[in-house]
Antibody
Framework: QLQLQESGPGLVQPSETLSLTCTVS??????????WGWIRQPPGKGLEWIGY???????YYSPSLTSRVTISADTSKNHFSLKLTSVTAADTAVYYC??????????WGQGTLVSVSS | QSALTQPASVSGSPGQSITISCTGT?????????VSWYQQYPGKAPKLIIY???DRPSGTSDRFSGSKSGNTASLTISGLQAEDEADYYC???????????FGGGTRLTVL
């Protein structure tokens, strides 16, 4: 069974870039049937899809975040990454990585809280 | 890309059945049989419980069922148990220009 684990700084300065990595174990991110995605959840609020990447580098992003988001995959390290630029307090959230298969978010990481504050 | 509409809260007594609705548009819920449902306990990651409108992943109790009519999808939990108390989110595919949209979430209280 796949396991996903997010990692990265828990505190980011306003206007800086948020960077997170999702390390995958129990399977290869080069698996052709999966996409690899990011979802976030502001404190006390609902879920928001950010985007996802295929192992060949093909990406899809939420229209509301596309100007600030980059998601990439590194098959040699079996991980994929999220970069979100020009962050504000509104980007404070728990960030989850997840697989996209069976047209759903099937396996999830445990999530990591990222706070945007000076 | 607007969020799907769910009731903020629902409640039921042990043993009863409850239904949570998820209303979208003809561009998402109404156009694709790609609705999924997630259960989330406080402080935990969401867990997939229904995909493709009504299919259950391995390990999901058959007390959970999903359906769809027009632009509205529904999650029904039968034989309500205390452990079902959680937040529930629906999600739908919305096409290549806005692939995924979530509902605002519904808090289920077991009385």
């Amino acid at each position: 069974q796949l396991q996903l684990q997010e990692s990265g700084p828990g505190l980011v300065q306003p206007s800086e870039t948020l960077s997170l990595t999702c390390t995958v174990s129990g399977g290869s991110i080069a698996r052709s049937s999966y996409y690899w995605g990011w979802i976030r959840q502001p404190p006390g609020k609902g879920l928001e899809w950010i985007g996802y990447v295929f192992y060949d580098g093909t990406t899809y992003y939420s229209p509301s975040l596309t100007s600030r988001v980059t998601i990439s995959a590194d098959t040699s390290k079996n991980h994929f990454s999220l970069k979100l630029t020009s962050v504000t307090a509104a980007d404070t959230a728990v960030y989850y990585c997840a697989t996209v298969n069976f047209n759903s978010f099937y396996y999830w990481g445990q999530g990591t809280l990222v706070s945007v504050s000076s | 890309q607007s969020a799907l509409t769910q009731p903020a809260s629902v409640s039921g007594s042990p043993g009863q059945s409850i239904t949570i609705s998820c209303t979208g548009t003809s561009s998402d819920v109404g156009n694709y049989n790609l609705v999924s449902w997630y259960q989330q306990y406080p402080g935990k990651a969401p867990k997939l419980i229904i995909y493709h409108v009504g299919d259950r992943p391995s390990g999901t109790s058959d007390r959970f069922s999903g359906s769809k009519s027009g632009n509205t999808a529904s999650l029904t939990i039968s034989g309500l148990q205390a452990e079902d108390e959680a937040d529930y989110y629906c999600c739908s595919y919305g096409g290549s220009r806005a692939p995924w949209v979530f509902g605002g979430g519904t808090r289920l209280t077991v009385l």
